[in-house]
């Protein structure tokens, strides 16, 4: 069955380098986009953006575009996104999803000094 | 961007009657006769999980009770009828073009 399963949650001071993980199985790894979606406590859904993960295209969200970076393992079918410089308005869960229809179970990160 | 408008942020309906719950897109998010909008619903402390796709096509698993329609910039979830598992935060999103926005989100409430 399909599963993505992501890294654990972070504490981390503004500033410090963050990365998230998202571990998937149970299909082709490179035959769909993976999807990264943010969410802020109470809040709703933004899309980060997408990374094909056949060759590392990427489309992200303008509004992210001086914050995240996404990248692919093709060898260990995991995809991750760094996020650079984290404020606390990077304080969230983060969740990597399949196009539209299968997704992690979320990480949080808490940005705080 | 496209934005994507829900409209009430809540909704509350008794057990057993149709809840409808709309989203209306700033253009059109059709492209040759297919409708790139997108149903989940989310309960706290879980992902979202799809819920329809391309507007009225329901993912399997998920129960007949939920109906999708919609096309061009207005779209519609139906829930009929509604059940005490369905007290959940249900949103919109478009795939037509990026970003893939996402809809504020309705609130659904057992009156």
């Known amino acids: 069955q399909v599963q993505l399963q992501q890294s654990g949650p972070q504490l981390v001071r503004p500033g410090a380098s963050v990365k998230k993980s998202c571990r998937t199985s149970?299909?082709?790894?490179?035959?769909?986009?993976m999807h990264w979606v943010k969410q802020r406590p109470g809040q709703g859904l933004e899309w980060i953006g997408m990374i094909d993960p056949s060759d590392g295209e990427t489309s992200l969200n303008q509004r992210f575009k001086d914050k995240a970076t996404l990248t692919v393992d093709k060898s260990s079918s995991t995809a991750y996104m760094h996020l650079s410089s984290p404020t606390s308005e990077d304080s969230a869960v983060y969740y990597c999803a399949r196009k539209t229809d299968y997704w992690g179970q979320g990480t949080t990160l808490t940005v705080s000094s | 961007d496209i934005v994507l408008t829900q409209s009430p942020a809540s909704l509350a309906v008794s057990l057993g009657q149709r809840a409808t719950i709309p989203c209306r897109a700033s253009e059109s998010v059709e492209s040759y006769g297919n409708s790139f909008m997108h149903w989940y619903q989310q309960k706290p402390g879980q992902p979202p999980k799809l819920l329809i796709y391309r507007a009225f096509n329901l993912e399997s698993g998920i129960p007949a009770r939920f109906s999708g329609s919609g096309s061009r910039t207005d779209f519609t979830l139906t829930i009929n009828p509604v059940e005490p598992d369905d007290v959940a935060t249900y949103y919109c999103?478009?795939?037509?073009?990026?970003?893939?926005?996402f809809g504020g989100g309705t609130k659904l409430e057992i009156k």
């Open positions: 999103q478009q795939s037509y073009e990026d970003p893939y926005t």
């Open positions: 149970g299909y082709s790894f490179t035959r769909h986009w």
